[in-house]
């Protein structure tokens, strides 16, 4: 929701995608075929999440929090695969704060749904007390017709000849 999120996404995005990236070419054969495969995935999942960030959708942080889920497990397989620490570590501090980013961004969207639909409710109510009084004045039309010609009838002076 807002320029914020959307650089914080982008820099851990980066991050995290960055260190996979490290963490898949130290691979052997066997399982370097599958990270690639994984790390394309994880590629086209982020753009997708870099465009609904960019256009604010509300769809993008649950997909963002899904996404860095499977990441933070990924990254604790990579460390004990490819035996390095630090560049794993980096990866799982960026994922947790690619998560926690996303998590905050759904709950502000709850927060922003339940308000349009106090809004709304309290339009509809608005509405409904105005369709009320339109509704008494169309009852009350017809009397204030005749009314209207009564005095009418009674101000009309007589023509003297």
């Not at 963002?64 to 990254?75: E, G, L, Q, R, S």
Request: charged share 25%.
């Amino acid at each position: 929701m807002g320029a914020k999120s959307f650089i914080t996404i982008v820099l851990v995005l980066f991050l995290a995608l960055l260190s996979d990236i490290f963490l898949v070419f130290r691979l052997r054969s066997s399982e370097f075929y599958l990270e690639l495969i994984l790390l394309c995935i994880f590629g086209i999942v982020a753009l997708m999440v870099l465009f609904g960030a960019f256009f604010d959708e509300m769809w993008t942080w649950q997909l963002a929090a899904a996404m860095f889920t499977v990441m933070i497990v990924n990254f604790m397989v990579l460390r004990i695969v490819a035996h390095t620490k630090g560049l794993a570590w980096l990866g799982i501090l960026a994922a947790v704060i690619g998560f926690l980013v996303s998590i905050a961004n759904i709950k502000s969207y709850d927060d922003y749904t339940d308000e349009l639909e106090m809004q709304s409710q309290s339009k509809l109510d608005e509405e409904k007390q105005i369709m009320k009084e339109a509704e008494e004045l169309e009852s009350l039309e017809p009397e204030a017709e005749a009314a209207v010609k009564e005095k009418k009838s009674r101000k009309k002076p007589k023509k003297k000849n």
